[in-house]
């Protein structure tokens, strides 16, 4: 079992930045495969970033360039630096973990607010 703690979250003026946080519990945090999501009011949940165990990241299209995920396997942390944040960047955000051998997310934390405003 893996437990997910967001924070960070807030409201901030477009052009502003923010970092969340992602804690986990558990001794296997290096072997999980994290990710970022997202969910606007009355839009799915679109998948935000990603950090392999091996260190490999991906981005959406819409964040690449402002995002950044990175980790830390010593603190079993992932953050994700938001910079030059949009009016559209507000949702809930959600991290979760996955092992690297499915595709599912299987553990998930329970979301930090995000709002930009403009």
């Known amino acids: 079992q893996v437990q997910l703690v967001e924070s960070g979250g807030g409201l901030v003026q477009a052009g502003g930045s923010l970092r969340l946080s992602c804690a986990a519990s558990?001794?296997?945090?290096?072997?999980?495969?994290m990710g970022w999501f997202r969910q606007a009011p009355g839009k799915e949940r679109e998948l935000v970033a990603t950090?392999?165990?091996?260190?490999?990241?991906s981005y959406a299209d819409s964040v690449r360039g402002r995002f950044t995920i990175s980790r830390d396997n010593a603190k079993n942390t992932v953050y994700l630096q938001m910079n030059d944040l949009k009016p559209e960047d507000t949702a809930v955000y959600y991290c979760?973990?996955?092992?690297?051998?499915?595709?599912?997310?299987?553990?998930w934390g329970q979301g930090t607010q995000v709002t930009v405003s403009s």
């Open positions: 979760a973990a996955r092992s690297a051998f499915v595709v599912r997310y299987s553990y």
């Open positions: 950090s392999t165990n091996g260190g490999t990241t």
């Open positions: 558990g001794r296997t945090f290096s072997t999980y495969v």
